[in-house]
């Protein structure tokens, strides 16, 4: 497998950086990490994710999808679309590398999301194994191996190298386009740190998590469950959970007075929020009880429903730990869970 | 959607001088919701409003916007045009593109601009008005006169002759005012007390009047038609209602060397005292910083001598409270203290007087006994100097800027008097300019210069020195003949400029009421509206408005009395729609609302909502009482969640303002 | 610092209807000049402003706000125009803690016989906005002028 | 501490004084506390959590809880009492349909300074003399108890109960406690130094609205940044002047009621210190406008509803600190 030696991971970057953009995790605060532009001398975040996911790249927090100008009495749409540039995104973790492959289902199928597409073709997603997980990661729950992450290009590391494998034709045209700068390498040492993570993975305090109490198929039984009163009660109807989600996909279309005009503009929105889906006729979901229910039995129920039995969850633990009450996934999967 | 008038005025060039209002026209005519969009040469002519009233009917328009005069100005009168055409006046707006745009601006193309601007901002905002109907509010049938100088009792007296109640109250013991301490009248020569003292017993004689002698107003709440006031009653220590005035106690006092402030402090008065024989209430007063009685207990001989047993030393302040229809303010005026001009030797030279200190000193009742002398050495004066214009027409900062405008008249009376009486007494008079407008003023002064030989010099006095031999060296320049002079005078008198009264500002206060820079009251209009102030059911009489003569004072007190009777005649005033309304389904009860409001005009009351999924909850909401309020908006800003709005002058109709100007 | 002689700045005033904007219509009738980027907007009185009308202007494109109200004491409605003035003072604070510029925003007592000092308070404001130029620190990006 | 709170509440339950228990309810990990209702004694037994992680403040859901059927419990820290007493005083909270336990208060500890040390993989924290001992996946750690206490409890500003029916373990006294200092310092920096240091804060917000959600003095009906007729709703920071308005009238609607609880920067998923913008409008009024603590009584008028006629002109802003 083709690497390249740790102390040299910098020059890659700046070789990267200057053929496209580079975005890699940085550290902004010990463990609070964030994914930035990279410029020279950039130093590699070693948290094992960075706060806000990767789905920012390909789904960002607000859009601009038109603008209308109001001349005396008529009225001009403008396209205002911008084309993205070639990017890459270095890092990116297993879970969230599977989050694309969610948001993909959402947006690349009929009718195209254009704004998404356009992103997803012109960036490269280069993910990176684990090696250290934390105790509120699970994504084992959903099927993913932290230490082979799928994206255009895998990246494990041994402590002293990083290795990199395509994993697609985009991710193969990527290595050969900096290939000059790898080497071959020798893999057994990587081997045993996949081995040893592997080991964690399985003692970690969520390894059991299971999800054969959900799935498209348990509408009704989860839907009309009392338990969902009890497990609402603290929820303070913020979108922290939903902002820091990696296949959290819902969003607002608004309009804003420029004063020079209307722009129009696409915003995450959160199911939590108590003006969620609001209509002419008023809101769908009047209670809190059923804001929180739909976000898990979007993601445990609808989703899969309709994806083929995909989960749409990536149990990358981010509500786990940012949950402003500590309410998350994992305690709506154990309390709903149905034991044998 | 909207059809809304666009109605640009030119005031004839006022405006179109340095607006292009063809193009303000043109250009707001281009503006979403606009159908018709015209411009007038006066739009405020009953032709121009016609234009506006046709335009409603045939464009069915649903908002009309006028750029004009300042909404001060002619909003009312457009209000009333939409409404006669059938449009709710609150649906018409005024952009203010005359006194804040043409009449500052000298360039056509900025001024134009901008008018353009602010007729976009009353468009953004007449988008978002909405139909707003008055409430009415009944009107209690009493009025207050605050003052009780020559102009509190000629509006008191008018009021009571319409047949309304009516208080007075005056801070001094006695109604009477300024004119009680004149000796005659200009131009007629008259004697005050003997046209005066007449109104005084009519007023204390008339049913209808009240009078609160040495009293004050302590607070003012509510509004008009409905204003409760709190009256202080200061102790006098004497029973208003056992005393006969009968004068005795005045005679008996020991203490006899209180200065007397109705003499000007020419002479002494006692410790309980009546300050003069015509006043009303003839009630006599215990001065507390002279009473030995009051101040150290040891005395009691008005208490003995007083059979109607009216002496009350244990009296203290009492506080009357009264409902009211509409107020008037009489509080008059004051001559300036002068320890700022002590190039006339006023704080050091008794023979240096003001001209109110003088009719003091001529007259009957005054310390001398109507005979001219000097205070020095009361002997007879020889040479006179009157000096004008002391702190009037002042830009040094010591004055007033303004003109006290009644001291050329009552100098020219002065001095004609003196020489009447004391033909062997030379008068002089320094002036800046003689001003004497009015029926028969002008005669009156000439008859001084021409007939009575007063010298009349055109000059500042520069410095007035008093000698070691009692005379008094007044150095001045005569500016026509272009010399300095010396002259060797008895006495000076000097034309101190008038002051509105010092409670006049607290006064105000209370009342909400504006005052200029002076401390004179400001009225609603200078021309169009001279006894009113700009808050409704307040009305303004006499010299708190501005320096006037008797004549003028007693016209103007009796404008304000029609004005006042005009709105106790009514049983019931429109109120201002314009008022806060809570959104019941925002409101917290949080109760900031309520702690803000400066009229108490907002309560709170549980109440039932439907909450999610057909269950019901019971919140504490705010309700304001829409004749109670008077639209301030306080609470609007108080209120976190933006449940409270103001009619009128709503969120959104003041941002859309903000986006239109900043666009 | 460099100023900028074509900048034309925008400029809010909130003015209160009983003084202020009686003031300035005195400033009118007297003829008395001040600059024409003023454009005012009439409030009962100082207390209907709310932080939110401030922030608004800016975003939309404001290089200035000022409030004027009646003298502390002479207000219409008796107290409005002290609660405008504690409340204002902290939201000046507040803007000033973020770091915008101190002369942006203003609030002056004007009265109704004030018309010469409106006029004096407008010229200095708009030149003290016109030094700091465009408000760059406090605007809204899409609300830019093309 | 816990065992004594369980007990006393199970009691209450039990002779009908109260029918609900508002707590903190054990999670996955040793950190996840979650507030909960527990209305039997069994739930009680199994869940509650009284420790050093429960920072969460109780008092925001007594507005909804109190206005159910029966009496609830609550147990309240001193800072707590401060955010339930002033929303007793604005009507908020039904003060007779709460039974108040005062029980002492922190330090409490931050789950992420423990992080922040690189420490992962957490199965336990124990304290032992001030010293953390933490089990991990990866071994053993240990830090000083110190460096892990919550930022909301090292500005602590009072250790007294300002309402409580009952108390468990003793009172403590208002502090005298350093928490304008970073305010003062911000102040002391020049005008570009401070708009540099809340560009960087601020634009970190993602506007997931978790302050305002937490915020006890936050309890609109409706927030006007959710409705559309306030005419400033927002959704999301568009433009990063949207972060600074929110933030701004955030702190402006909560000025003068702010207990200064801390909550809004707990929760910050961006870790933006937001408290400090409350603690500005705190500080102010305090040299401005006298010394004054929201929420220390239920009858004082909050400073920005009223006034004093020799308040201070806005121009003071102007004259003090650094332009």
């Not at chain 1, 009225?75 to 679309?81: A, L």
């Not at chain 2, 003023?441 to 010099?457: L, M």
Request: overall charge neutral; charged content about 25%.
């Amino acid at each position: 497998m083709l690497k390249i030696s740790a102390d040299r991971l910098n020059d890659l970057f700046n070789r990267i950086a200057s053929e496209q953009t580079l975005y890699i995790p940085v550290d902004r605060e010990p463990n609070t990490a964030e994914y930035r532009k990279y410029e020279d001398g950039m130093k590699l975040s070693e948290s094992l994710n960075t706060v806000r996911s990767a789905k920012d790249f390909f789904f960002p927090q607000t859009e601009n999808l038109a603008e209308f100008k109001v001349e005396g009495k008529n009225i001009e749409i403008k396209d205002i679309r911008e084309e993205s540039g070639d990017f890459v995104v270095f890092g990116v973790r297993a879970c969230d590398a599977r989050s694309f492959s969610i948001l993909d289902k959402v947006f690349l199928s009929e009718p195209v999301d254009s704004f998404y597409k356009n992103r997803r073709e012109h960036g490269t997603i280069i993910t990176m194994a684990c090696t250290r997980p934390s105790e509120t990661c699970f994504c084992t729950a959903f099927g993913i191996d932290p230490t082979a992450p799928e994206g255009d290009v895998a990246v494990f590391a041994d402590g002293e190298n990083y290795f990199f494998l395509d994993r697609t034709e985009k991710g193969k045209k990527f290595i050969e386009s900096v290939a000059d700068m790898l080497e071959d390498g020798d893999t057994s040492k990587l081997e045993e740190v996949k081995e040893k993570t592997r080991e964690i993975m399985k003692k970690l305090p969520l390894a059991g998590l299971g999800t054969d109490s959900f799935g498209g198929d348990k509408l009704n039984e989860l839907f009309n469950s009392p338990k969902w009163a009890e497990l609402s009660e603290s929820c303070l109807g913020c979108g922290t959970c939903t902002f820091v989600c990696p296949t959290c996909q819902c969003y607002d279309i608004r309009d804003f007075n420029t004063g020079n005009g209307i722009r129009r503009f696409r915003c995450w929105d959160s199911c939590m929020y108590s003006d969620f889906t609001k209509m002419a006729h008023g809101n769908p979901r009047l209670s809190q009880l059923e804001r929180f229910r739909q976000r898990f039995m979007h993601k445990l129920v609808y989703f899969p429903a309709n994806n083929d039995g995909e989960f749409g969850c990536v149990g990358c633990g981010r509500c786990l730990s940012r949950c402003p009450v500590s309410l998350n996934i994992v305690k709506v999967m154990k309390t709903l869970e149905v034991k044998e | 959607m909207q059809r809304i008038g666009v109605f640009v005025c030119h005031c004839g060039t006022n405006i179109a001088a340095t607006v292009d209002v063809k193009a303000v026209a043109e250009a707001l005519g281009h503006e979403a919701g606009v159908v018709i969009s015209q411009d007038y040469q006066y739009m405020c002519s009953e032709s121009g409003q016609n234009l506006v009233k046709n335009a409603i009917k045939e464009h069915k328009l649903t908002g009309v916007v006028v750029c004009s005069c300042s909404p001060r100005m002619h909003e009312n009168t457009f209000r009333k045009a939409a409404a006669s055409a059938g449009l709710n006046p609150y649906l018409v707006e005024i952009a203010n593109i005359r006194e804040q745009c043409s009449w500052i601006h000298k360039d056509i193309a900025s001024a134009t601009e901008k008018a353009i601007i602010l007729g976009r901002a009353a468009i953004a905002k007449v988008h978002l008005n909405t139909p707003l109907t008055s409430m009415e509010s009944p009107v209690v049938k009493r009025a207050l006169v605050i003052g009780g100088g020559i102009a509190g009792i000629q509006t008191a007296l008018d009021i009571a002759e319409a047949g309304f109640e009516v208080d007075i109250v005056e801070k001094e013991p006695t109604i009477g005012g300024k004119m009680a301490q004149i000796d005659k009248t200009f131009p007629t020569l008259d004697c005050a007390a003997c046209i005066l003292t007449p109104k005084m017993v009519e007023a204390s004689q008339n049913e209808k009047i009240t009078i609160h002698s040495f009293s004050e107003v302590s607070d003012v709440k509510g509004f008009v038609g409905n204003f409760t006031v709190t009256i202080k009653k200061k102790a006098r220590y004497v029973d208003e209602t056992k005393c006969t005035g009968c004068g005795l106690c005045t005679e008996k006092c020991p203490m006899k060397k209180v200065p007397n402030e109705f003499n000007m402090g020419l002479d002494n008065r006692r410790a309980v005292y009546i300050p003069f024989a015509q006043a009303v209430p003839k009630v006599a007063t215990i001065d507390p910083n002279y009473c030995m009685m009051l101040k150290n207990g040891k005395c009691g001989v008005c208490s003995k001598v007083c059979s109607a047993g009216a002496i009350d030393y244990k009296q203290t302040d009492r506080f009357v409270e009264q409902k009211y229809g509409a107020i008037v303010v009489a509080t008059g005026f004051n001559p300036i203290k002068l320890d700022k001009y002590d190039e006339f030797a006023y704080s050091y030279c008794p023979d240096v007087v003001t001209s109110l200190e003088l009719e003091r000193l001529m007259n009957a009742a005054g310390p001398n006994g109507g005979t001219l002398l000097r205070p020095s050495d009361k002997t007879h004066p020889h040479t006179i100097v009157f000096v004008q214009c002391v702190g009037s027409r002042c830009d040094d900062g010591k004055g007033k800027q303004y003109c006290s405008k009644i001291c050329c008249m009552y100098t020219a009376k002065h001095a004609m008097l003196i020489r009447e009486k004391y033909p062997d007494t030379e008068v002089y008079v320094f002036y800046i300019d003689v001003r004497t407008p009015g029926k028969n003023f002008d005669e009156f002064y000439r008859r001084a210069v021409e007939q009575y030989n007063v010298h009349y010099i055109k000059g500042m006095v520069g410095k007035v020195s008093p000698k070691a031999d009692g005379k008094i060296d007044v150095q001045a320049s005569d500016l026509l003949a272009g010399e300095q002079l010396h002259i060797n005078a008895d006495m000076v008198v000097l034309a101190a400029a008038i002051e509105p009264d010092k409670t006049a500002r607290p006064l105000a206060t209370m009342l909400t009421t504006q005052m200029d820079t002076n401390d004179f009251f400001t009225e609603a209009h200078p021309k169009l509206r001279p006894v009113e102030s700009a808050t409704a059911g307040i009305f303004l009489s006499g010299a708190c408005q501005g320096p006037k003569d008797i004549p003028e004072t007693v016209a103007q007190a009796s404008a304000a009395a029609a004005k006042a009777i005009g709105l106790l005649c009514k049983n019931s005033i429109t109120c201002n729609p314009c008022v806060a309304h809570s959104d019941e389904l925002m409101c917290n009860g949080c109760s900031a609302c309520e702690k803000v409001c400066p009229y108490g005009a907002i309560t709170y009351q549980d109440k039932e909502f439907r909450m999610p999924n057909r269950t019901t909850a019971v919140r504490r909401v705010a309700s304001v009482n829409p004749a109670v309020c008077q639209g301030c908006g306080a609470c609007t800003v108080a209120c976190p969640s933006g449940a409270m709005d103001l009619n009128g002058f709503s969120n959104s109709q003041i941002m859309a303002e903000v986006d239109a100007i900043c666009k | 610092m460099q100023v900028n002689e074509n900048f034309k700045p925008v400029i809010v005033a909130f003015c209160c209807n009983w003084c202020s904007y009686a003031g300035a219509d005195l400033s009118g009738t007297n003829r008395l000049n001040y600059p024409a980027n003023v454009k005012i907007i009439r409030v009962p009185c100082s207390c209907r402003v709310n932080p939110m009308f401030i922030l608004r202007a800016f975003q939309k494109g404001a290089d200035g706000v000022i409030i004027c109200g009646c003298h502390p004491g002479d207000c219409h409605y008796t107290s409005g125009n002290y609660f405008t003035r504690r409340r204002i003072t902290l939201l000046y604070s507040m803007l000033d803690f973020l770091g915008i510029e101190r002369k942006r925003t203003r609030l002056e007592w004007v009265s109704a016989a004030e018309g010469a000092k409106f006029a004096s308070v407008m010229e200095q404001f708009v030149s003290d906005v016109q030094k700091l130029g465009p408000n760059r620190r406090l605007e809204d990006l899409r609300c830019r002028k093309q | 501490m816990q065992e004594a709170m369980i007990k006393r509440a199970v009691q209450l339950l039990a002779d009908g004084t109260v029918n609900r228990v508002m707590g903190w309810k054990r999670g996955e990990f040793v950190y996840d506390i979650t507030p909960a209702v527990f209305t039997t004694a069994e739930e009680l037994e199994k869940d509650f959590v009284c420790d050093d992680f429960t920072q969460a403040n109780l008092s925001k859901y007594l507005v909804k809880e109190s206005r159910k059927e029966g009496k609830i419990l609550a147990f309240l820290k001193p800072c707590d009492t401060y955010s339930f007493n002033q929303l007793v005083k604005e009507h908020r909270i039904i003060r007779e349909n709460v039974y108040v336990i005062g029980i002492p208060g922190g330090p409490k500890l931050d789950i992420e300074k423990i992080k922040a040390k690189g420490i992962t993989g957490i199965l336990s924290v124990e304290n032992e003399n001030y010293t953390l001992k933490i089990e991990t996946i990866y071994g053993t750690e240990t830090m000083p108890f110190s460096e892990a206490v919550s930022g909301k409890c090292s500005g602590c500003k009072s250790k007294k109960h300002v309402a409580y029916d009952e108390l468990i373990g003793d009172d403590g006294e208002v502090l005298d406690s350093n928490r304008f200092d970073m305010v003062a310092k911000l102040e002391n920096m020049t005008s570009q130094e401070r708009f540099d240091f809340w560009r960087g804060e601020l634009s970190k917000c993602i506007r997931c609205n978790a302050c305002r959600n937490v915020c006890p003095a936050c309890t609109c009906e409706n927030c006007v940044f959710d409705n559309p007729k306030s005419g400033i709703d927002q959704k999301a920071a568009a433009d990063s002047f949207e972060e600074k308005m929110f933030h701004i009238i955030r702190a402006f609607h909560v000025a003068g009621r702010c207990t200064d609880c801390g909550e809004c920067s707990r929760v910050c998923p961006q870790n933006i210190p937001l408290h400090l913008l409350n603690r500005k409008f705190i500080k102010d009024i305090n040299e401005l406008y006298g010394e004054y603590q929201a929420g220390a009584d239920t009858t004082s008028r909050a400073p920005l509803n009223n006034y004093n006629a020799d308040d201070c002109e806005p121009s003071v802003v102007h004259e003090r600190g650094v332009e």
